[in-house]
């Protein structure tokens, strides 16, 4: 990566972690979310890392019930009301 294409993407992530809104990604760091798993189980948590490097973003769910971190595509992700 270039240098000035490593910081914009410095810049990016920092407004991301700040709470702001970035183009290309639907959920806010730290909004709630829920996922249906593929075994039919449901996930709510926080949103907590998102990664645009495949065809559509992917995000880490923090779960609420401690059982661990979530990696979902942003398709599957439902937002929750806070």
């Not at 294409?5 to 992530?13: E, S």
């Not at 970035?22 to 907590?48: C, M, R, Y």
Request: hydrophobic share 40%; aromatic share 6%; net charge negative.
């Amino acid at each position: 990566m270039d240098p000035e294409t490593r910081k914009r993407f410095a810049q990016l992530n920092a407004a991301w972690l700040a709470g702001a809104k970035v183009d290309g990604l639907q959920f806010l760091h730290n909004s709630i979310a829920e996922v249906t798993l593929p075994d039919g189980t449901t996930k709510t948590g926080w949103i907590v890392a998102a990664t645009v490097n495949g065809p559509e973003p992917v995000y880490t769910l923090e779960a609420r019930d401690g059982s661990g971190d979530v990696e979902c595509p942003e398709s599957v992700l439902r937002r929750v009301a806070e």
